[in-house]
């Protein structure tokens, strides 16, 4: 083997492994931040689905512990689910606290609804009265990652009548 | 000596060939990684489609909760199955509405219609695509939402079965409906200032009441105000009889007045011959200085002299200014602002 060739071999070896290395690197990026949209988009859905399956099975608002119009939005509603013996309602609630969202049902543990890689930054319950005991509430999620360096974010909104039990 | 050549020879290509095969892998690994992005992103965007699309028809159902008459059955033309315009779902007053104009893309990216076509059944009372008699009672829906990537369109049929519920009916029992002036009277909500709340004095007639809604006269005057309710009174400072829903006053009409209802969650008993107030309020509060609240309103009067022209109560501003509960504000009594209140029978 030359000196040629060595050189050669040496220069190739050092060009492969950059070029090796900085694909590695970018492909990883790419994982994480394929990770990063699915976890925001999975987060974003369960949530939604969650409080828009609670609300329309509630019979009505607990305005009380309700808070409207608010990106740190507070939800507490009044349903026939899970309902205590000798009770014949009960109430569940929402609420975001520190970018997690969290639920619980009277009489259980509370629950988290999302997991520490994404942040709940819009949690914002609209109340509509659209007549006589004709109620609904609009829900606007928007769920962005908790890593700064690959960042994702969805915003979903629901309308959900409350009908009472189904 | 030919086999040491051939050794030599074999290496070159072995490294062209990895080098090959190692950007191939590379490269095949990138692209599945860019592949993933995109269809996540269709996904995200197929989802919002569909929750929009999903929305229009809640807000449909919630239009035909609230009349059918007059919010569904005019909603479709001649002939048969022939679709409607277009009609697009806004939240005005905090209720549904359908809006014959666009309302704008939905977060900068969706465009979102619901159209009506009246529905057909045969002789055996089943849906047929043509010919048949026009049901009344049924509609059917079709929403659509759009973006430049994604379309994504839901199908529905509602009826008119609330007509058979025999729903309970309000009726209005006190009002002052000829308010014609709209100015910055109360200076409401206050802008961060803490100037207070305005309120109307109302006397119920001979028999008591229970007061399920109220409707003022109002119209946004600027972009953004503070979201508003209202408080039923013994004065305007006293007892909090009842507290009504929010209403989101970007939602609220900036061209004309309209009358803007607050509905009551459980009915306010109110005695006869009795006078009351209705106290309008913002969040944050327009009573505090500093509080972040934004202006303004315009609740719609009408000025008499020497006396309001509402014999019952009189307008009131300024309650509750600088953070004291106690101040009842100024009497207007040249002045009545426009409200209506509704009770169940």
């Not at chain 1, 962005?144 to 309308?159: G, K, M, Y």
């Not at chain 2, 269809?39 to 159902?61: G, I, K, M």
């Not at chain 2, 229970?210 to 105000?225: C, D, G, M, N, Y």
Request: overall charge neutral.
């Amino acid at each position: 083997m030359s000196l040629v060739e060595i050189v050669m071999y040496v220069a190739l070896l050092g060009a492969l492994s950059v070029f090796v290395t900085n694909s590695l690197i970018q492909i990883a990026g790419a994982y994480q931040r394929v990770r990063a949209e699915r976890e925001v988009l999975s987060g974003a859905r369960t949530l939604l689905d969650a409080v828009a399956k609670s609300t329309a099975a509630a019979e009505e608002v607990y305005t009380p512990a309700s808070r409207f119009n608010s990106d740190a939005g507070q939800l507490s509603l009044v349903t026939v689910l899970g309902a205590t013996p000798g009770h014949t309602t009960a109430y569940i609630d929402f609420w975001v606290d520190g970018g997690r969202a969290f639920s619980r049902a009277e009489g259980s543990a509370t629950t988290t609804l999302t997991v520490a890689s994404v942040r709940v930054v819009k949690f914002r319950f609209e109340r509509l009265v659209q007549g006589l005991n004709r109620e609904a509430v609009k829900t606007t999620v928007q769920v962005d990652s908790a890593n700064p360096r690959f960042p994702a974010s969805v915003t979903l909104n629901a309308t959900t009548a409350l009908r009472g039990n189904y | 000596m030919i086999s040491h050549s051939r050794q030599q020879g074999f290496g070159l290509i072995e490294v062209v060939i990895v080098t090959a095969l190692i950007v191939t892998a590379l490269f095949g690994f990138a692209q599945t990684g860019a592949t993933a992005v995109r269809l996540l992103h269709t996904q995200q965007d197929n989802l919002e489609a569909t929750l929009l699309a999903r929305e229009a028809l809640e807000a449909v159902r919630s239009a035909r909760d609230e009349s059918w008459s007059a919010n569904i059955a005019w909603r479709t033309v001649s002939p048969l199955a022939s679709p409607s315009l277009r009609y697009y779902p806004v939240i005005v007053n905090s209720k549904w509405s359908l809006a014959t104009t666009s309302p704008g893309l939905i977060n900068g990216k969706y465009a979102r219609y619901v159209v009506f076509a009246k529905v057909c059944r045969n002789g055996s009372d089943d849906i047929v695509s043509s010919c048949g008699t026009d049901d009344p009672g049924t509609r059917k829906v079709v929403a659509t939402a759009t973006s430049t990537t994604q379309s994504v369109t839901l199908t529905t049929y509602i009826t008119d079965f609330q007509s058979y519920l025999n729903p309970s009916a309000e009726t209005k029992s006190v009002s002052f409906e000829n308010a014609i002036t709209g100015t910055n009277l109360a200076a409401f909500p206050s802008n961060n200032a803490g100037t207070g709340d305005p309120a109307q004095g109302f006397t119920i007639g001979a028999t008591a009441i229970s007061v399920s809604k109220i409707e003022l006269f109002l119209r946004s005057a600027s972009a953004t105000p503070s979201d508003i309710y209202v408080e039923l009174r013994t004065s305007p400072t006293g007892t909090v009889l009842g507290t009504s829903n929010m209403i989101t006053a970007t939602t609220m009409a900036t061209t004309s007045p309209a009358w803007v209802e607050f509905r009551f969650f459980s009915p306010v008993a109110l005695a006869a011959a009795t006078k009351y107030y209705v106290r309008l309020r913002s969040t944050p509060s327009s009573t505090d200085a500093g509080s972040g609240s934004v202006g303004s309103l315009y609740w719609d009067y009408y000025q008499q002299s020497p006396s309001g022209p509402y014999a019952g109560g009189e307008a009131r501003r300024y309650i509750g200014q600088l953070s004291n509960p106690a101040d009842a504000g100024q009497s207007l009594d040249q002045y009545d602002y426009g409200f209506r209140i509704y009770a169940l029978p």
